[in-house]
């Protein structure tokens, strides 16, 4: 990741900061500190951070990705929805392709490793704040199939059962099967299965162009 100057004028800039760690946050404001970021908002939920977001004053947005009471990916739809133009950045401690292209396909401005540097983190909050994304090469080019699936038309009726739909939905979550399987109560089997019969109704070839067909068609 480039470097990005401070932007000029002295302006401060307004971060809200939502994990649900409390070493986590500790530490990105321990990382911010003695710098021109204030971390004004500080929430441990999807919903908390959709709220805080919408009704008060802030310049960039930093979403963990997995948080109770509404995911981080859930609040960055919520979020956009209302405020479109907001910068916001994922954070999150997994480096999952179907969390980087639901990201993506919901308009991030970028998605940060937790094991970031300190330098990395600065430089995409002040770029975020100056209106700029923050997407690597890398992280583009793994998801540029994902993107490029077509957008089915509300009027396409794919005939998923309500299984393979629910299925689908913790899919898009980035859910593992054996994560699947368990929060269905189904066997890791019978998982595997609707996941093959999911990509071949919805005609995609894997997990994560599935999860960006999902988000397009307002399924998560």
Request: net charge neutral.
């Amino acid at each position: 990741m480039s470097q990005h100057l401070a932007p000029q004028g002295g302006r401060r800039i307004r971060v809200l900061m939502a994990d649900d760690h409390g070493m986590v946050r500790i530490g990105l404001k321990a990382m911010v500190a003695e710098t021109e970021i204030d971390i004004v908002g500080d929430v441990e939920t999807g919903e908390a951070a959709i709220r805080y977001a919408l009704e008060n004053d802030v310049d960039v947005v930093l979403l963990d990705v997995r948080m109770p009471e509404g995911d981080g990916l859930y609040a960055l739809g919520r979020i956009r929805l209302e405020r479109p133009h907001l910068p916001i950045l994922m954070l999150s401690t997994f480096d999952n392709p179907t969390y980087v292209a639901r990201a993506v396909a919901l308009g991030a401005n970028g998605y940060l490793l937790k094991n970031c540097t300190r330098d990395q983190l600065l430089a995409a909050i002040r770029a975020a704040a100056n209106g700029e994304t923050v997407w690597t090469r890398e992280e583009l080019r793994r998801v540029t199939g994902a993107l490029a699936t077509p957008r089915f038309g509300a009027d396409v009726d794919v005939p998923l059962t309500h299984r393979e739909s629910e299925v689908l939905k913790q899919l898009a979550l980035g859910l593992t099967n054996k994560e699947i399987a368990n929060q269905l109560h189904i066997s890791y089997e019978t998982v595997k299965e609707h996941v093959q019969h999911i990509l071949r109704k919805i005609g995609v070839a894997d997990r994560t162009q599935a999860a960006v067909w999902a988000v397009r068609n307002k399924l998560v």
